[in-house]
């Protein structure tokens, strides 16, 4: 866990970064600030930004959601509030209410509301002109 | 009134389900509609590159509308353009143009060889179409969308509704038959 400052239990700038075996970045967790919860292993962030990682090093995945909570130990993201993610290419984009995230697995869950949109490169080829 | 048309029937898809326009590709000049999805769940697994939707998922592609239980994307791989494929599944409808087919799951699968470029959609599962003017069952309809054609496979069940409006002659306009054996 990275943080950039700590004020009165609160910490700023937090980031939880994943890596695979070999090194290569594979996720990163981030929040505007974070505040414990319960323990000292459960967080609530505020502002928050879940980024996902190919092995190539390219960012694949990018979600945001106003606040969660966080748990450093299993390194799940949870929360029953808003949540919208895109594809780096915006390919895919989604929203929902209601989201679980396992940072360990890379596994993202919306549990309501899902509207996701799909752009049609995504799909099939474009023509040639 | 039943037909048998032995094992391989097929016929112009742009007489009855005009999926062909959403299948067309699209060209740079004018952005196509990007294709919405609703549902109650969804899932991304990002290590198998994994998108599933389930729960009353529904699915508008232009006029082309699709409801299922559960919708599974598998996007492409690192290096690819396409997804490798999308599967719905539980209680598939499809609907266009007053044309409407079901089943119980639907392949959308897309891969490019040295010989062929295959881009079907396959219905599995008592997979019916039904249009104003004929009900086809088969065990397996597959929508060819490089060659605009839907194809009913095995034991094939062909209803004409002489009543309806537009009710076809034999054999109707639009319709090519195959008889060749198969392979």
Known sequence: ?129 | MKHFFGTIFSFSLTTFLAIAQNAAPATDKTPAPPINVTADRFEFDSKKGLVIHSGNVKVTDGEMKIACGVLTVKLPVEGASRVESIIAEQDVVLEQSGSRATAEKAIYSFSVTPTATNDVIELRGNPVLETPEVTIRGDVLIYDRVLDTFVADKNIRTTFRPGSAKAPSFPFPGMSRTNAPKK
Request: charged share 25%; glycine share 10%; aromatic share 4%.
């Open chain 1, 1 to 129: 866990m990275l943080a950039q400052e700590t004020v009165g239990g609160t910490v700023t700038d937090f980031k939880m970064p994943v890596h695979d075996t070999q090194n290569r970045l594979r996720s990163l967790v981030t929040g505007k600030s974070a505040k414990t919860v319960g323990g000292l292993t459960v967080l609530r962030l505020e502002g928050l930004r879940l980024e996902t990682y190919g092995t190539n090093g390219a960012l694949d995945l990018v979600a945001e959601a106003p606040e969660c909570i966080f748990d450093i130990k299993t390194k799940t993201a949870s929360s029953a509030g808003a949540l919208k993610a895109e594809m780096a290419d915006q390919r895919l984009s989604i929203s929902g209410v209601g989201f679980e995230y396992r940072q360990d697995e890379g596994t993202l869950v919306v549990s309501n509301q899902v509207r996701t949109m799909l752009r049609r490169e995504l799909i099939m080829p474009r023509a040639k002109p």
